[in-house]
């Protein structure tokens, strides 16, 4: 097997596929308002040619360049590429205004690599253990974990926690759509024959991500970036002591990206933060962080892209995707027939592994192209965006029909653009109305299992003992924010109105 792997990832064709992903996705990462969800949804259709082995690779290269391209701008313009550079702009832009942006990008760029090799080798290890656990689950233990994935995205959501139940509800209603699992009756098709088969998928990940992305961007007329001041980047910046220096930092980092990035939903967006925050609380000089104090660089960037490692993880052995980006994966499969679950790992084990074969082989691709062509930079973020979107808007449409060859699709996805402006405008995140769309037919079709296997209703799902340690687990998440709310309005002598007042204004 090992030999056949080796054989279908080494191939040329294959290669090259996993360089020009690489070259994409950081492209994607690096310029603003785009992101590595962005370009894996924009290439989805071009899989469809593609054996299942390459289009895991091309995809996997596009994921771990898009991760690796944000810290880019983050540190050259003081623009994020992706929401896991956020905290990367509080150190890094700083250091390039000090004429230190060789040392910061080359920081960032060995945490980055490293993060994501060792985060995959992980994956590697953790994977097939928990998919044999995860095969034994019956029907009710897949629906309360499906549930429970849910509910973790909603309560960690952007805004109010009820906005995050909309959103996660809008996205199960409209996985309602098209024939029911087990007796194939047809629901909220309105007599349209191409409803018959469900709303494509193509369709929703294409409007939610990338246009509603793009077009964002042109009605806020934000299009243009800044200058990129090149004078500072020569050279190498940094030695191996300087990074051995910092080792314990990047333990800490890491480990907080691979747990967070395990967690469904939040991914390198939250992990960078919260690293950053860790980094700054336990440092000898925390004055120092925000100035261009090259700690924050490691922590965010080590933390951002072991979460990469950490959302493989519940993808692959579960079914379950960590993040924006996994989803899209996940969808790459649905594309190629193959479905995602605890069976994976037993049904496809050469595509798993040549998987994760590729993930390792990219992220080395992407050190030596970002370490070696970072004074190329500059010229990546001068790409005029006018020509940039109108290209990429030609892509969604001829990918969206050249995947079902109907009008329709193409009128599905711009539907689902509108409903992506309209989730922003209710402050309401995309991502569990994903989660909720991708999970809504498995969580429906186990919840109608577990009711037919057996003469004692729900019962079961909350007296096996797996099924009912992981519903305690979800509601104990939806109804924490509260407890916590009046915890400490009560510690602070305010009433809770005040307190979640103040949470939403840190939020924003």
């Given amino acids: 097997m090992i030999g056949q792997i080796l054989a279908s990832l080494f191939a040329p064709g294959t290669l090259g596929l996993i360089f020009i992903g690489v070259v994409l996705g950081i492209i994607f990462g690096a310029i603003p308002g785009l992101?590595?969800?962005?370009?894996?949804?924009?290439?989805?259709?071009?899989?469809?040619?593609?054996?299942?082995?390459?289009?895991?690779?091309?995809?996997?290269?596009?994921?771990?360049?898009?991760?690796?391209?944000?810290?880019?701008?983050?540190?050259?313009?003081?623009?994020?590429?992706?929401?896991?550079?956020?905290?990367?702009?509080?150190?890094?832009?700083?250091?390039?205004?000090?004429?230190?942006?060789?040392?910061?990008?080359?920081?960032?760029?060995?945490?980055?690599?490293?993060?994501?090799?060792?985060?995959?080798l992980v994956a590697m290890l953790f994977c097939p253990p928990l998919a044999r656990i995860a095969v034994n689950f019956g029907p009710w233990e897949q629906f309360s974990l499906c549930f429970t994935a849910i509910i973790l995205v909603v309560t960690i959501s952007k805004g109010n926690m009820f906005n995050g139940l909309i959103s996660a509800f809008l996205g199960m209603l409209f996985a309602t759509v098209g024939s029911a699992p087990l007796d194939g009756a047809m629901r909220f098709t309105f007599g349209n024959y191409s409803l018959y088969g469900g709303i494509n998928v193509l369709a929703v990940m294409m409007g939610i991500f990338a246009m509603t992305s793009l077009v964002g961007n042109f009605a806020?007329?934000?299009?243009?970036?800044?200058?990129?001041?090149?004078?500072?980047?020569?050279g190498f910046g940094v030695t191996l002591a300087d990074?051995?220096?910092?080792?314990?930092?990047?333990?800490?980092?890491?480990?907080?990206?691979?747990?967070?990035?395990?967690?469904?939903?939040?991914?390198?967006?939250?992990?960078?933060?919260?690293?950053?925050?860790?980094?700054?609380?336990?440092?000898?000089?925390?004055?120092?962080?925000?100035?261009?104090?090259?700690?924050?660089?490691?922590?965010?960037?080590?933390?951002?892209?072991?979460?990469?490692?950490?959302?493989i993880i519940p993808m692959i052995a579960l079914g379950i995707p960590g993040d924006a980006c996994t989803a899209m994966l996940l969808s790459g499969l649905m594309i190629q027939g193959i479905e995602a679950g605890p069976l994976l790992m037993t049904n496809s084990k050469a595509l798993v592994y040549a998987f994760f074969l590729s993930l390792l082989l990219s992220t080395v691709i992407t050190f030596l192209l970002q370490f070696f062509g970072m004074r190329s930079f500059p010229y990546i973020l001068r790409i005029p965006t006018h020509?940039?979107?109108?290209?990429?808007?030609?892509?969604?449409?001829?990918?969206?029909?050249?995947?079902?060859?109907?009008?329709?699709?193409?009128?599905?996805?711009?539907?689902?653009?509108?409903?992506?402006?309209?989730?922003?405008?209710?402050?309401?995140?995309?991502?569990?109305?994903?989660?909720g769309f991708i999970l809504g037919p498995m969580l429906e079709t186990n919840l109608r299992k577990g009711l037919t296997y057996t003469t004692q209703g729900f019962l079961p799902f909350i007296t096996r003992p797996v099924s009912g340690v992981l519903l305690l687990v979800a509601v104990c998440s939806l109804f924490w924010p509260f407890i916590r709310d009046r915890r400490a309005?009560?510690?602070a002598g305010k009433t809770v109105a005040e307190v979640q007042m103040e949470d939403a204004k840190n939020n924003d």
């Fill in 387 to 435: 020509y940039l979107y109108a290209a990429i808007f030609a892509i969604c449409y001829i990918g969206v029909y050249s995947n079902s060859m109907s009008l329709f699709t193409c009128l599905l996805m711009i539907g689902f653009c509108v409903i992506g402006f309209i989730l922003a405008m209710g402050d309401m995140s995309s991502a569990p109305f994903i989660l």
């Fill in 220 to 234: 806020r007329d934000d299009m243009d970036c800044p200058e990129v001041d090149t004078k500072g980047i020569k």
């Fill in 243 to 311: 990074m051995a220096k910092h080792a314990v930092l990047y333990l800490k980092s890491f480990f907080i990206g691979l747990w967070i990035g395990f967690l469904p939903g939040m991914g390198g967006g939250l992990s960078n933060i919260v690293a950053y925050v860790q980094a700054k609380s336990s440092s000898k000089t925390p004055e120092e962080f925000g100035k261009g104090c090259i700690e924050g660089v490691i922590a965010s960037e080590s933390a951002n892209n072991a979460s990469v490692g950490g959302a």
């Fill in 35 to 120: 992101s590595a969800s962005t370009g894996i949804a924009l290439m989805l259709p071009l899989t469809f040619v593609l054996s299942p082995t390459s289009a895991l690779a091309f995809l996997g290269g596009l994921f771990v360049g898009g991760y690796s391209g944000g810290l880019i701008s983050a540190i050259l313009i003081g623009v994020p590429g992706t929401p896991a550079s956020v905290a990367t702009v509080y150190d890094g832009y700083p250091l390039t205004r000090k004429g230190q942006a060789t040392r910061a990008l080359s920081v960032g760029i060995i945490c980055s690599a490293l993060s994501t090799f060792l985060s995959v």
């Fill in 489 to 491: 309005a009560k510690k």
